[in-house]
Antibody, heavy 122, light 108 residues
Framework: EIQLVQSGGGVVQPGGSLRLSCTAS????????MHWLRQVPGKGLEWVSL????????YYADSVKGRFTISRDNKKDSLYLEVNSLRAEDTAVYFC???????????????WGQGTPVIVSS | DIQLTQSPSSLSASVGDRVTITCQAS??????LNWYQHKPGQAPKLLIY???NLEAGVPSRFSGSGSGTDFTFTISSLQPEDIGTYYC??????????FGGGTKVGVK
């Protein structure tokens, strides 16, 4: 069974930083791209970032580019999101997701984690 | 960036009713469109990929159709457990991947 266990969310002041983690099991982690997505309270879903299976290719939404960094440790079956220079509008539930793995370079989220909340407040 | 316009934003239907949601892309995306279900407090779930392919384990009452710029998602017979918010997602010409605004489905 595919499992994605998330941790690292919390309350942080504007301008602060957090590191979100997502530990995977039930599949060969290095073979799949991984995504981060979020849902702002009362709003819809937003894609945030993706990283290829080997970690070479990374993409970001314009809203987080330069402030967020996606990374992975294939030896630890873990995905990370370093979130810096946090703003009130970054307050959201953050989800990690395994790519569906349908075709090379056609990347989209398949199985999602349960989410972890990030609250930016003074 | 490709924009997705999803409608309606909410609907309420009776158990057994046929429910239809539409998603219009701002440019041709071929069939690079998915549908997800999101229930409060749960992980979103992939239902349909490549516009019309049913994900494994998803009940056959869910279906999708369309290509290019116009797409449709259908629940053939609404069940109480189908309550939630449904989103379309395009993954053509990424980044970014973009979602429609969502349709909140309720049962009368």
């Amino acid at each position: 069974e595919i499992q994605l266990v998330q941790s690292g969310g919390g309350v942080v002041q504007p301008g602060g930083s957090l590191r979100l983690s997502c530990t995977a099991s039930g599949f060969t982690f290095e073979e799949y791209a991984m995504h981060w997505l979020r849902q702002v309270p009362g709003k819809g879903l937003e894609w945030v970032s993706l990283i290829s299976g080997n970690g070479v290719t990374t993409y970001y939404a314009d809203s987080v580019k330069g402030r967020f960094t996606i990374s992975r440790d294939n030896k630890k079956d873990s995905l990370y999101l370093e979130v810096n220079s946090l703003r009130a509008e970054d307050t959201a539930v953050y989800f990690c997701a395994r790519d569906r793995g349908l075709r090379d370079f056609d990347w989209f989220p398949g199985v999602w984690g349960q989410g972890t909340p990030v609250i930016v407040s003074s | 960036d490709i924009q997705l316009t999803q409608s309606p934003s909410s609907l309420s239907a009776s158990v057994g009713d046929r429910v239809t949601i539409t998603c219009q892309a701002s440019q041709d995306i071929g069939n690079y469109l998915n549908w997800y279900q999101h229930k409060p407090g749960q992980a979103p779930k992939l239902l349909i990929y490549d516009a019309s392919n049913l994900e494994a384990g998803v009940p056959s009452r869910f279906s999708g159709s369309g290509s290019g710029t116009d797409f449709t998602f259908t629940i053939s017979s609404l069940q109480p457990e189908d309550i939630g918010t449904y989103y379309c997602l395009q993954y053509d010409n990424i980044p970014p991947l973009t979602f429609g605004g969502g349709t909140k489905v309720g049962v009368k």
